[in-house]
């Protein structure tokens, strides 16, 4: 399995709302769509993302993610993001681009059309934000037919609206 995808192309996802804006590189997304579980055995698939904001809370994009490793656990509903190459690819990434790039938050798939967050979801979003208080993160869930962002706003997650537009 591939630790890291990292992006090539101009053709990005963008997503905007509560005064952010989120970028993700096409090659992020094309992973997604094929990591999505739309097979009845398919089995959850997760990641850390990795990216860069120009200003803590204006934009930000993301440029790569990793995918489950060996050491990780996965099952149709279930996973446990628990390999030490998700923290690896992110330390290499902060490294390689001088400080540039880092930790945004996480993703996973669900197994339905228009996903939502469940409460193991949220416990783990707020985990994830009162670790990382410095910067907003971003959480994404990539369903059998939409992906959505969400992000924390004043104790509570709030989708972020997907823009028509598929350049940036």
């Not at 591939?2 to 996802?13: D, L, P, R």
């Not at 798939?109 to 009162?130: F, G, K, Q, R």
């Amino acid at each position: 399995m591939k630790t890291v995808i990292f992006a090539m192309t101009t053709e990005n996802a963008v997503f905007s709302g509560y005064g952010l804006h989120l970028v993700i590189e096409q090659s992020v997304v094309a992973a997604w769509d094929e990591l999505r579980q739309v097979g009845s055995l398919a089995l959850e698939s997760f990641g850390v993302l990795i990216g860069s904001c120009q200003n803590i809370s204006d934009s930000c994009r993301i440029e790569s993610v990793t995918t489950p490793n060996k050491d990780d656990f996965q099952s149709r509903s279930r996973f446990l993001l628990r390999d030490p190459g998700h923290q690896k690819a992110v330390d290499r990434a902060f490294r390689r681009s001088q400080g540039h790039l880092g930790y945004l938050g996480t993703w996973h798939t669900h197994p339905e059309a228009d996903p939502s967050p469940s409460m193991v979801d949220i416990e783990d979003w707020l985990s994830c934000a009162n670790r990382n208080p410095d910067r907003p993160l971003y959480f994404v869930i990539v369903g059998t037919m939409n992906t959505h962002v969400f992000v924390k706003i004043r104790n509570k997650f709030m989708k972020l609206k997907r823009q028509r537009s598929n350049t940036q």
